[in-house]
């Protein structure tokens, strides 16, 4: 008899049966499903099963919340129920058939994009700082810019743009390599790929809407001409032929012998995805492009113009997203060349605006997240400075609701912006120093429309966000209502200390041996073990990390934060290697994903110490372990070591939760949250 037969039982029959089950997998602390027919799952009555802590879906999966012996009750469950587990890949693959249409694009686009954040937020930020001092004419009554005026900013501007123009132009190149990455495929057949469509062989792509037709140059083949046509800067094109590429890998791998796949396999992908993206894929996304740019035309110069106006301001963010945007550019030379300036352009500097605003208003829901600090705030500072990419891809894309609100903004601003004629001399800068490319007449009017762009965005964003966020999106605490479980936890501790008279001295004691030496504090260990009949703590727990201890509730998982688990706190690790806080045996370990640990101590206490959230989807990239199950670790003695950067780039907050999840013969455990610790030294937790 397994030792959770009959809630394995219970749990197959509750959750709908074997065929509401489309794969099943497991993580540290629960299982994973992902069903048919969520609404077969019973809830409530899954939720009463003793061996079950709580349910929640998220991603498109439904977990059961189970603890420490997951594992356990996951091979009985698999074996009782006759289904093959899979893979933590394969559930997440599995549950995005549980989204519609939409969410599947905007998750897949996400994944793509993930990756190449961090250089669309360097990027953004050079050429925003390449704008002002090169695009903006500050000096001489508005004749020339601070590089025209000095030789040093002359040069900078110049050699910013290696940067620029290796994020930006070259932007198909890290697009393909990342498809080719979430794939599966062979990455630097990806990256020639990528190469291939911004080779200076071919004429650049931001060159051809301003290149005569006949000047194009072509590869002549006899019985066909091929445009030499580069795809800097495209997106459409670059995704289109990056999934050519992938599955045509795929398919020739399934068919080609293993003994020739090594040759065979990449000369016959990568040639006809070439071949395929420069006579296909290329030319769909110009043909797309102008299609956009004639509708654009005809609509500005039509008597809905202010209609118009408002359809462009709205759609203008997804336009950027998918790189047609650079049209635009032709039409406003036109506009231009024909009126002697061009409404459009005030309209794309309001879109930066707005899409920055609700940024902006993100930064300040997500305060205490610092995974997304270091996104939101060089992303906004990029976007009002005319770049928005870091901001859509980084931010907003992401969480949707602030890309919508975003482009309601624009839509208002650019409504009145056409409404009352606006007009810019020239393409300019883009963003809040867009004024400056504006006619000087129109100066107040626009100055309405950047406060319209500012305000609309930030507000819906706020309100919006405020309601929808998570908590794990806002780090636990959301307004008063986690200032005020914070000031309960801490209030708590105080009352904990001021009826624990006896205590008050050996914590002053603990306190002073640990900031001396380890000999110092367990002398100190061993009174207060001596004295615990007196009410003073038995023992403590160190720090199994070197960073900032928060209350349990901040951290960004409701399975932790609502202490499903158990109780704890939080850590922020300015560490990567975590180390046993007490003298103890390991119970388990993810030797998969290598995440997490979970340690049994002599008294019976039980402990997980779980690295970052969501992290077991990295399949144990970036994770090394040191343990396993059974072994005796002593405290300060290394557990598992992780790398912060790959944590980062695969996007999930690095939190780490340290639970006690079963008290043993301890009568009661005291946390010390709000403290910088050291591990392996700093006592975090006292148990009487």
């Given at each position: 008899?397994?030792?959770?037969?009959?809630?394995?039982?219970?749990?197959?029959?509750?959750?709908?049966?074997?065929?509401?089950?489309?794969?099943?997998?497991?993580?540290?602390?629960?299982?994973?499903?992902?069903?048919?027919?969520?609404?077969?799952?019973?809830?409530?009555?899954?939720?009463?099963?003793?061996?079950?802590?709580?349910?929640?879906?998220?991603?498109?999966?439904?977990?059961?919340?189970?603890?420490?012996?997951?594992?356990?009750?996951?091979?009985?469950?698999?074996?009782?129920?006759?289904?093959?587990?899979?893979?933590?890949?394969?559930?997440?693959?599995?549950?995005?058939?549980?989204?519609?249409?939409?969410?599947?694009?905007?998750?897949?686009?996400?994944?793509?994009?993930?990756?190449?954040?961090?250089?669309?937020?360097?990027?953004?930020?050079?050429?925003?700082?390449?704008?002002?001092?090169?695009?903006?004419?500050?000096?001489?009554?508005?004749?020339?810019?601070?590089?025209?005026?000095?030789?040093?900013?002359?040069?900078?501007?110049?050699?910013?743009?290696?940067?620029?123009?290796?994020?930006?132009?070259?932007?198909?190149?890290?697009?393909?390599?990342?498809?080719?990455?979430?794939?599966?495929?062979?990455q630097i057949l990806g990256i020639v790929l990528g190469l291939t469509l911004v080779s200076s062989q071919l004429l650049n792509g931001f060159?051809?809407?301003?290149?005569?037709?006949?000047?194009?140059?072509?590869?002549?083949?006899?019985?066909?001409?091929?445009?030499?046509?580069?795809?800097?800067?495209?997106?459409?094109?670059?995704?289109?032929?990056?999934?050519?590429?992938?599955?045509?890998?795929?398919?020739?791998?399934?068919?080609?012998?293993?003994?020739?796949?090594?040759?065979?396999?990449?000369?016959?992908?990568?040639?006809?995805?070439?071949?395929?993206?420069?006579?296909?894929?290329?030319?769909?996304?110009?043909?797309?492009?102008?299609?956009?740019?004639?509708?654009?035309?005809?609509?500005?110069?039509?008597?809905?113009?202010?209609?118009?106006?408002?359809?462009?301001?709205?759609?203008?963010?997804?336009?950027?997203?998918?790189?047609?945007?650079?049209?635009?550019?032709?039409?406003?030379?036109?506009?231009?060349?024909?009126?002697?300036?061009?409404?459009?352009?005030?309209?794309?500097?309001?879109?930066?605006?707005?899409?920055?605003?609700?940024?902006?208003?993100?930064?300040?829901?997500?305060?205490?997240?610092?995974?997304?600090?270091?996104?939101?705030?060089?992303?906004?500072?990029?976007?009002?400075?005319?770049?928005?990419?870091?901001?859509?891809?980084?931010?907003?894309?992401?969480?949707?609701?602030?890309?919508?609100?975003?482009?309601?903004?624009?839509?208002?601003?650019?409504?009145?912006?056409?409404?009352?004629?606006?007009?810019?001399?020239?393409?300019?800068?883009?963003?809040?120093?867009?004024?400056?490319?504006?006619?000087?007449?129109?100066?107040?009017?626009?100055?309405?429309?950047?406060?319209?762009?500012?305000?609309?965005?930030?507000?819906?964003?706020?309100?919006?966000?405020?309601?929808?966020?998570?908590?794990?999106?806002?780090?636990?605490?959301?307004?008063?209502?986690?200032?005020?479980?914070?000031?309960?936890?801490?209030?708590?501790?105080?009352?904990?200390?001021?009826?624990?008279?006896?205590?008050?001295?050996?914590?002053?004691?603990?306190?002073?041996?640990?900031?001396?030496?380890?000999?110092?504090?367990?002398?100190?260990?061993?009174?207060?073990?001596?004295?615990?009949?007196?009410?003073?703590?038995?023992?403590?727990?160190?720090?199994?990390?070197?960073?900032?201890?928060?209350?349990?509730?901040?951290?960004?998982?409701?399975?932790?934060?609502?202490?499903?688990?158990?109780?704890?706190?939080?850590?922020?690790?300015?560490?990567?290697?975590?180390?046993?806080?007490?003298?103890?045996?390991?119970?388990?370990?993810?030797?998969?994903?290598?995440?997490?640990?979970?340690?049994?101590?002599?008294?019976?206490?039980?402990?997980?110490?779980?690295?970052?959230?969501?992290?077991?989807?990295?399949?144990?990239?970036?994770?090394?372990?040191?343990?396993?199950?059974?072994?005796?670790?002593?405290?300060?003695?290394?557990?598992?070591?992780?790398?912060?950067?790959?944590?980062?780039?695969?996007?999930?907050?690095?939190?780490?939760?340290?639970?006690?999840?079963?008290?043993?013969?301890?009568?009661?455990?005291?946390?010390?949250?709000?403290?910088?610790?050291?591990?392996?030294?700093?006592?975090?937790?006292?148990?009487?």
């Amino acid at each position: 008899m397994g030792k959770y037969e009959q809630d394995v039982q219970a749990l197959l029959r509750l959750i709908g049966g074997k065929e509401n089950i489309r794969a099943v997998s497991h993580c540290m602390t629960r299982m994973r499903f992902v069903l048919a027919d969520e609404k077969k799952a019973d809830t409530d009555g899954i939720g009463k099963l003793p061996s079950v802590k709580g349910t929640f879906t998220q991603a498109g999966q439904y977990q059961v919340i189970i603890g420490n012996d997951v594992s356990t009750f996951y091979n009985e469950f698999t074996a009782y129920a006759g289904i093959e587990g899979v893979s933590k890949d394969a559930a997440k693959q599995a549950a995005k058939t549980n989204q519609n249409v939409v969410q599947r694009i905007m998750s897949n686009l996400g994944e793509i994009f993930a990756p190449l954040i961090p250089a669309l937020i360097c990027g953004g930020l050079i050429l925003g700082f390449r704008n002002i001092i090169g695009e903006i004419n500050f000096f001489n009554n508005g004749t020339q810019s601070l590089a025209d005026i000095s030789q040093f900013w002359a040069g900078t501007y110049d050699f910013l743009w290696l940067i620029g123009e290796a994020v930006f132009h070259l932007l198909p190149v890290g697009i393909v390599w990342s498809i080719t990455k979430k794939m599966g495929t062979t990455q630097i057949l990806g990256i020639v790929l990528g190469l291939t469509l911004v080779s200076s062989q071919l004429l650049n792509g931001f060159s051809v809407a301003s290149t005569p037709a006949d000047q194009i140059p072509v590869w002549d083949f006899g019985f066909a001409k091929v445009q030499m046509i580069g795809y800097q800067g495209q997106v459409i094109a670059a995704i289109m032929a990056g999934f050519v590429l992938v599955y045509l890998e795929k398919f020739f791998r399934k068919i080609c012998p293993q003994v020739v796949s090594m040759i065979v396999v990449p000369f016959c992908s990568l040639l006809p995805a070439v071949i395929i993206a420069h006579t296909i894929v290329g030319p769909i996304g110009w043909k797309i492009g102008n299609f956009i740019a004639d509708v654009v035309y005809s609509g500005l110069t039509s008597s809905f113009g202010v209609l118009f106006a408002g359809v462009f301001g709205l759609l203008y963010a997804p336009i950027v997203m998918t790189g047609l945007h650079h049209m635009t550019n032709a039409i406003d030379s036109q506009l231009v060349s024909l009126y002697g300036g061009t409404n459009l352009w005030p309209m794309i500097a309001l879109s930066n605006i707005a899409q920055g605003s609700a940024v902006l208003a993100m930064s300040i829901l997500q305060k205490k997240n610092d995974r997304a600090k270091q996104i939101n705030i060089p992303a906004c500072i990029s976007c009002y400075l005319g770049v928005t990419e870091p901001a859509l891809f980084g931010v907003n894309l992401k969480y949707v609701f602030p890309l919508v609100c975003g482009m309601i903004g624009s839509a208002i601003a650019a409504m009145v912006s056409v409404g009352f004629g606006v007009q810019a001399v020239s393409i300019g800068v883009g963003g809040i120093p867009g004024i400056l490319s504006i006619y000087s007449q129109y100066w107040g009017i626009f100055l309405v429309c950047m406060l319209i762009a500012i305000v609309v965005p930030f507000a819906l964003t706020f309100l919006v966000g405020s309601r929808k966020l998570s908590a794990a999106d806002r780090y636990g605490e959301a307004g008063e209502s986690g200032a005020a479980s914070e000031d309960a936890a801490v209030s708590e501790s105080t009352a904990a200390s001021e009826t624990d008279s006896a205590n008050d001295a050996a914590g002053d004691e603990a306190s002073a041996s640990t900031d001396s030496d380890d000999s110092a504090e367990d002398v100190n260990h061993g009174k207060a073990s001596a004295d615990s009949a007196g009410g003073a703590a038995a023992g403590t727990l160190k720090s199994p990390l070197d960073g900032r201890i928060i209350p349990i509730e901040e951290i960004p998982d409701e399975v932790f934060s609502q202490k499903i688990m158990g109780d704890g706190v939080g850590i922020e690790p300015t560490g990567n290697t975590v180390c046993a806080p007490a003298d103890a045996t390991v119970g388990v370990v993810m030797a998969d994903s290598k995440h997490a640990c979970g340690l049994v101590m002599d008294n019976g206490m039980e402990i997980l110490i779980h690295v970052g959230i969501d992290t077991v989807d990295m399949n144990g990239d970036g994770f090394e372990l040191f343990v396993k199950e059974g072994d005796r670790v002593k405290t300060g003695d290394p557990l598992i070591s992780f790398t912060p950067e790959k944590i980062r780039a695969a996007g999930h907050p690095m939190t780490t939760a340290f639970l006690i999840t079963d008290n043993g013969s301890a009568a009661d455990v005291r946390f010390l949250p709000n403290q910088d610790a050291k591990a392996g030294q700093t006592v975090i937790a006292e148990y009487a």
